[in-house]
């Protein structure tokens, strides 16, 4: 079983910076993908940015040049350097880990950006 626990998230000014962390541990082995979702009230969650072994690196549209996603393999860590917030990027943020074609989620950080 694998645990997924993010950290990192809180109340920033538009313009601000804020950089999400999420550690993986359990029975793990080295992540196929990780990624970074976003869920906002009333809205479906989206995808934020993954690293994937296969794919490489993507991110929405919505948060290019923007936010960094980095991964530190040997400890199966992956982060979201998040600059220049924007009122709307006010959401929970959940991380996801793909270890052995299994899917995981961790319990998700809010994130809040005032205007």
């Not at 040049?65 to 709307?88: C, W």
């Not at 959401?91 to 793909?98: K, T």
Request: include cysteine; hydrophobic fraction near 30%.
């Amino acid at each position: 079983q694998v645990q997924l626990v993010e950290s990192g998230g809180g109340l920033v000014q538009a313009g601000g910076s804020l950089r999400l962390s999420c550690a993986a541990s359990g029975s793990v082995s080295r992540a196929i993908s990780m990624a970074w979702y976003r869920q906002a009230p009333e809205k479906q969650r989206e995808l934020v940015a993954t690293d994937s072994n296969t794919g490489g690196i993507n991110y929405a549209d919505s948060v290019k040049g923007r936010f960094t996603i980095s991964r530190h393999n040997a400890e199966n860590t992956v982060y979201l350097q998040m600059d220049s917030l924007k009122p709307e990027d006010t959401a929970v943020y959940y991380c996801n880990g793909n270890f052995n074609w299994r899917t995981y989620w961790g319990q998700g950080t809010q994130v809040t950006v005032s205007s």
